[in-house]
């Protein structure tokens, strides 16, 4: 119930929200004609539509959204139609004779003696096809989830109530603009220059649209923005991780569910694929991670070490490498990291998610500990745990007939970025440089999807960050346009990594970094010496802060000598 009226209100805003504007003039269109018979069978058309392709969208795979782009060609189409007929009453009468036919003309004379309430609801489709793409934080949220829980009856109805807290709003701008357009007409006799202005601004809405100016130029000139509202919304929404229940030594493991299938997979590394079925009669550690996730590299020692010293007892892990970035479902990125991170046992490709959404996961990294009948016996979310984990391990090896198992607990010797973090309090969160998900910019205002130039301030505050140089912002990183770019983030932690992609053709990326104005010294990373030069080769985590002595408060700088880097998120440790 929470999440619905967090829908409801999340589409309400919509109105503010700057994608909204493209729409509005096609809403006005019709102010001037009774609501029931016009206004409202548009905005119904308008919701149906949306929810019906954001589902597909959502749920459906790529092939929707290509169907979704065709459908907003179409939709343009008739739009543009639209704003000639308002524009001019002779093309109107010319370009409506075809559907009078069919009682589905899209634009009437003024005096409206033909409304029909099948052209009010054809207006109201072609703008939900425009309306669609336009996703707030808690759209944003509403189909990440139904992305990862796949299609249901909540997903669709999650949707409609989105669209018609949104309809709701539109429907009181229309009640008060039909009122006002009446009011021109009566007093002023402006009914045939508002008609024509309305013609243009649908034009140029149209224009707009077609040139990707709704989601790009309307968000920067916007007055009006409800993201920080939203994400308010969003934050009061967002799951709290599961409290794991405590293993007591000699008590049986609880069942928690059978182990879902392992099929849905992109491809498999290191095995064949490998089913649910054949794994009966093991015990089967599955790991949820992805190779630029730093919770994830640190679990990776461990697990390592569970699978070597358990592999001849009967254990068996399966890595699931399911991505968060996109350049994370390339098979020749996984299979690099797999190799370069040690990883010998096999590994499933879940680029669709499939896997996750059986097992219901929401975390990196994810332990479910399986016995040999398949039933769930323990999961671990996150970092840490590992004795009271290896102690899982152990007991359902007994519990299988596994006898002289060997003794002591996995101590690995990592090093580098798989070393175990700081533990320290008040570490720097993780940071995302895209958009989509960025919080604490302070270079001023972000130009989404295109090419700006920032100037990064001269100071910050603790957990603020900066670009400096010429960038263009998608929803998920930040690439340099130029040479000379920089990074600046006040931080705090023992250890600064941040996930960086080499420039168009792979071309290597030359860098600098310095902390607090100088040479890192003996506080570089491993990606970096002591001087902080590196090199970005491919696209990955990257550990450039290593600080000797504590994890006290400093002021990072990466300077790129050469342009094109992508730059995704920062971690601490």
């Known amino acids: 119930m929470l999440l619905l009226i ?35 069978p548009m905005l119904a058309g308008m919701a149906l ?14 092939w929707a959204v290509h169907a979704n782009q065709y459908g907003r060609i179409v939709a343009l189409a008739v739009l543009a139609v639209l704003g000639l007929t308002l524009l001019s009453g002779h093309v109107a009468e010319w370009i409506s004779r075809p559907f009078v036919a ?49 299609a249901s009856v909540q997903t669709t109805l999650l949707l409609l109530t989105y669209a018609a807290g949104a309809a709701t709003s539109l429907a009181l701008a229309l009640v008060i603009g039909g009122r006002v357009f009446a009011l021109m007409k009566r007093s002023l006799g402006a009914g045939e220059w508002a008609r024509r202005v309305l013609g243009v601004l649908v034009l140029a809405g ?37 409290v794991q229940a405590a293993v007591k030594s000699g008590e049986p493991l609880p069942v928690e569910g059978d182990m879902p299938s392992l099929d849905g997979a992109a491809q498999w590394l290191g095995s064949p694929p490998v089913t649910a079925q054949s794994l009966r009669g093991k015990v089967v550690l599955v790991d949820f991670w992805t190779y630029s996730c730093i919770n994830c590299i640190r ?86 745990g590992y004795q009271e984990s290896e102690d899982v391990i152990r007991q359902l090896l007994t519990e299988a007939g596994q006898k002289n198992l060997p003794g002591g607990y996995v101590h690995p010797n990592a090093r580098g970025a798989e070393a175990t973090g700081s533990g320290g309090a008040n570490l720097s969160p993780e940071t995302y440089l895209g958009y989509a998900r960025a919080d604490n910019f302070a270079g001023g205002q972000v130009a989404q999807d295109s090419s700006s130039i920032y100037q990064a301030p001269p100071a910050l505050k603790v957990n603020q960050w900066g670009l400096d140089g010429h960038w263009t912002v998608s929803d998920e990183n930040a690439r340099l346009d130029g040479a000379l770019g920089r ?5 705090r932690g023992r250890d600064l990594h941040l996930v960086l992609g080499p420039g168009r053709e792979d071309k290597p990326v ?20 002591a001087n902080g030069n590196g090199t970005v080769t491919t696209q990955r985590l990257y550990q450039l802060v290593r600080q000797a002595n504590g994890n006290s408060e400093r002021s990072f700088e990466i300077i790129f000598l050469d342009p094109g880097v992508q730059a995704y998120a920062f971690t601490f440790g």
């Open 206 to 242: 149209v224009a707009a649209i077609a040139l990707g100016l709704d989601t790009g130029l309307l968000t920067r000139v916007s007055l009006a923005s409800t993201s920080g509202l939203e994400q308010k919304l969003v934050d009061a929404a967002r799951p709290v991780p599961a």
């Open 102 to 150: 069919l009682g589905n003309k899209l634009s009437q004379r003024e005096g409206g003696e033909n409304d029909s309430v099948l052209s009010a609801a054809g207006l109201g489709v072609a703008t939900g096809l425009l309306w669609a793409p336009c996703a707030g934080p808690i759209l944003g949220l509403l189909l990440t989830g139904a992305a990862l829980k796949g």
């Open 49 to 62: 539509t949306f929810a019906v392709v954001a589902t597909l969208a959502a749920v459906g795979g790529g």
């Open 510 to 529: 030359r860098f600098r970094v310095l902390l607090d104005g100088k040479a890192p010294g003996a506080d570089h990373g491993v990606d970096t010496d």
């Open 299 to 384: 679990a990776l020692p461990y697990v390592r070490g569970w699978a070597d010293k358990y592999k001849d007892h009967g254990l068996v892990v399966i890595g699931v490498h399911t991505p968060e970035f996109a350049f994370e479902k390339e098979p020749g990125n996984v299979t690099s990291a797999v190799k370069n991170l040690g990883v010998d046992y096999p590994v499933a490709l879940d680029n669709n998610y499939v896997i996750w959404r059986g097992f219901d996961n929401e975390y990196w990294p994810a332990h479910y500990f399986i016995d040999p009948q398949g039933h769930i016996r323990h999961h671990h979310f996150g970092e840490g």
């Open 487 to 491: 990074i600046v983030y006040r931080f």
């Open 6 to 40: 967090l829908a409801y209100l999340g589409g309400v805003l919509t109105i503010l929200s700057p994608c909204i504007l493209p729409v509005l003039p096609f809403v006005f269109a019709r102010a001037d004609r009774p609501f029931v018979r016009n206004g409202l």
